[in-house]
């Protein structure tokens, strides 16, 4: 294996990879690695640990992952959609809409997480968009 294959060169890191929710909707999601992401967590989790009295990790990891993380994962994971609708009519992506939207819809968001913290989902990806620029070739 060449050793450029143990890294992702950052692409989907920034862009996202898409994640097949269903045979309709996908969604575009960064890696749970995603500084910006991780930064934003582990802030909240300190405001929530110092909130409680002896500062019970445990319960305050609870109440960020209940309270915090979802609208963390629209706002900094997700970075695309497609096949959403509302009423028949699509929904286009937009932050503010996932903002809106996802926080509220604790399957999907537990999906996303879920997929987003396998980085086996990212590597895969990247192998096939490189293969498909070497055939372009």
Excluded at 34 to 62: C, D, N, V
Excluded at 76 to 82: N, Q
Excluded at 94 to 112: G, M, N, Q, T, W
Aim: glycine fraction near 6%.
């Amino acid at each position: 294996m060449d050793i450029s294959q143990l890294s992702l060169d950052g692409t989907l890191e920034k862009d996202g990879a898409r994640f097949d929710y269903d045979d309709e909707l996908y969604f575009i999601v960064r890696p749970s690695s995603y500084r910006p992401f991780q930064k934003e967590l582990a802030a909240a989790m300190e405001r929530k640990t110092r909130s409680r009295r002896g500062g019970k990790r445990m319960e305050a990891m609870i109440d960020v992952g209940q309270d915090v993380t979802p609208t963390l994962v629209a706002k900094h994971l997700v970075t695309g959609w497609g096949g959403l609708t509302s009423n028949g009519k699509p929904v286009e992506f937009s932050r503010e809409k996932a903002l809106e939207i996802l926080p509220s819809a604790k399957l999907a968001i537990d999906c996303i997480k879920d997929f987003s913290d396998d980085t086996a989902n990212y590597a895969q990806q990247e192998k096939e968009a490189v293969a498909k620029k070497l055939k372009a070739v």
